[in-house]
Structures are given as C-alpha cells and as structure tokens.
C-alpha cells in the first residue's frame, strides 16, 4: 500500500512539472508559483511572470473518468476559443497539453458565492449581466460549432432529445443493474417530444456557472457538456441549480430578464420538459459508477450527485404530468445487523491521522460515506419491505428480492402505457423520498433534502 501511495505521488509531481512546462511554452513566461487545487479532478493555479506582467493561469485537467459523453478536452477548449471570438465573456485559452491532458486557461478572479455581494442591488446586477452573457451565447452562429465536430440536430425530436442521445451511449455501456426509474423518465421524453421547437442554437447545457467580482461578472465557465440544442434547455438547467448554487434573484426574475433581454419569451412547458430530461442524463451519467464505483472514483461526490438528481426528476416529472405527490410516513430506525462493526470502522477513521490536505479530503469523504452506510444499516431494511410491497400493487405479484423488484419495474416501466404512468411515478416518488429521509441529514444528503425547482413566473 506504501509503494502504491509513493508510486501516486511521484506521478502527481511528474504530471505538474510537465504542466509547469506546457504553461511556460504557451505563455512564453516563467512560472513563479503553482497550486494544486482540492477537488475532484486535477486542476492547478499558476501565478506566471511574462515580459514584466504576472499573469494568473488556470488549469483545468481531464476527469480520467468514464462518466462524459464528451471527454475530449480539446473540444471544451475550441468551444471556449469560439464563443471568446464572439464576444461572450469566458476564459481566455492559451493551449491544450496532451500528457497530462489540460486546458491551459485564463484564470477568471471572483466567487460564485452570490451571498458575498455587497447588497440585494449588487446581486440583481451580477444576475442581469450573467442573462446578457447567456442570450449573447444563444445568438452566436452555430456553424463555427459544427465545424469543429459539434452535431447539429434537424428537426424537433432531434433537437429535444440531443443531450439524452449523447449520454444514451454512455448509459447503455456502463449500466450495471436495471434502472426503472431512469428508463421510465426516458420512456415519457420520448412519448412528449416538444414538436413546435425548430430551431437549434449554441448552449452550454450545464448552465448557470460564471463569476464575479466587485459587482461585475468576470466570466462564464464549464463547457465540458456543451452542444448545440434547444436554448430552454440551459433555463431549465439554471433553474435546478437554484437550490444549492443561487444566482443572486430569484429564477423568476431570470426568466424576465431573459425575456427582456433576449425578445423571446420563455416557453414554460418546454422549459418543463428539460428539467425532466436534464436530470435524466444527470442521473444516467453516474449511474454505472455508483452501482459499481469504480477505483479512485470522488465516490461520495457521486453518491451525492445520486440521491439529489434523482429528488429533482421526481419533482420535475411531477411538474409535466401534473401529478401532486403525497409526502411519505417517516422511515424508523433500530440498530442494525452490522452496527458494532461500523462503530469500529468509525472509531479507527476518527483516530487516523492524515499528513496534508490531499489526505484529509479523503479522509472526509469516508467519513461521508460511513455516516451513509450507518444509517443505511439501521433503516435500509425497512425501506425494502416498504418497496417490496407497493412493487407487488403494481405488479400483481410479490418480487421477493429487491434485485427481482428492480428488473421487473424496470421492464413494466418500458412498456407500461400512459394509464400507468401516474401509479408509476407516484411508487417512484416515495422510494426517492424514503431515501432522502434516510440520508437527508448526513453531510452526502444535505444536498438532497435540499432540492426544490423554483417558481418559473
């Protein structure tokens, strides 16, 4: 285990010095001071003497995750290269190293921490310059785009459903167990395609991440899923990341301010249909590794992603279909099977000592995960009867197993017709909800308990 850890560490520093390198190749300056950042991916500041300037570098490093449709760090850099052409405030690119793959960027000063404004005025004024920058997004050209290998969608099914046939792939590759909940969300997106929607525009589907500073916004960021589809889908994603990453007002206003700013309206229900598709592919992208993590894996952050994603399709496929979910009767809890064993595990975790800060982010996320698999323990069993039972309402007959249960949901769920779709979502609906009261209060649930899709007028 030693030798694995000193055999990581070397290559870590092998990797910086030859990032160190790139950037003082692309800058033709010196590099004076250099920062690992704590995250999930590599990534570094470096501080950059260059003919009597000091020039401030970002970069960002490839995942080496199987969890992208678009893993090419080459195309995330061209898609910033094009849209700085065209005006729209994003990083400046300086190149891209191939070993180890990163964009060598400008680095963007500010916080995305919109409780750190000044005042309410300040707020509103970062949140309208961050609407101009988007609709000045959306109005660039798409032909630059394609011309560097991003697909163009023709016609309104293509159009609708490009950031579900990107991640299909992907989905259907690393799948490890049925998944009905996902397949019926899938199963609906098809069914209720927006047919009026003809026109395909830029968009980074993952939207509603800039910076700011001193009451202007420094920039826009992450392009990483970007592609060219229908432009409600980015309100749709600003909209779920309202909950944990607020944009200074509230999403109403954004959604005026777009239409101000841009002369369209927001058409609501296909801004609707996009939080159902978006946190779909949200969940289809971590599906795999969470059902079967993968080695050096932010498992955690995964699992996190997991329980709050799939609160978030529940209540946007509620919001399309018109369904009112009822609330859940609370999840008790005793000890469980295995709770003198994890009292050990957390006795020996407490008492680790960890050398830097790398270590003590690892550390924590299995401290993370323990309090998970603690809780789990004493209330997962629970859970399963409840789902076993109300499986068999539906089925006509009792799964027995909770791996039956999954296989024989996921197929009714594929072809179920829309008589059963509300009975469908609303069984769904209270696994998700169990979930969330079991690991709601733990540091991976927070975000989970969190989640509410904002008012759109």
Known sequence: MNQQIEAGATTAQGDEEKVRRFIEKVTGGHVVGMERLIRWRPAWFADVECNGDLLWIHVRGDRDSDILPFPELQREADIMQILGEHGVPVPHIYGVCEDPSAIVMEAIPGTRDVGEAEDDQERHQVARQFVEALVAMHRVPVKPFVEKGIRLPEGPEEIALVGLDAYMPLYRRNKKKPEPLLEFAVRWLRDNIPRHRT???????????????????????????????????????????????????????????????????????????????????????????????????PHDVYLEWDIALRRTLIQALSESMGVELETVEPVAGSPGPNAAMLGMLRDTLDHLEVPDAVQQARKDSALNLLECIERGDRMGAELDRRALAEAAEILGTEPGTMAAMDSAMEAFAQTAGPEDHEDLLRFFARQVERRVQVYGPTGIGRSADNVALPPIR
């Open 199 to 297: 026109e395909a525009r830029f968009i980074q589907f993952d939207c509603g991440q800039f910076l700011y500073e001193n009451g202007r916004m420094t920039g826009l960021y992450d392009f990483e899923f970007a592609m060219i589809g229908d432009p409600m889908t980015d309100l749709a994603t600003i909209r779920m990341r309202e909950s944990y990453e607020p944009h200074g007002v509230a999403f109403r206003e954004i959604c005026r301010l777009y239409e101000e700013i841009s002369g369209e309206p927001i058409d609501v229900p296909v801004l609707l249909y996009h939080n159902v598709l978006f946190a779909t592919v949200s969940c289809m992208m971590i599906a795999g590794t969470v059902a079967e993590p993968s080695p050096g894996d």
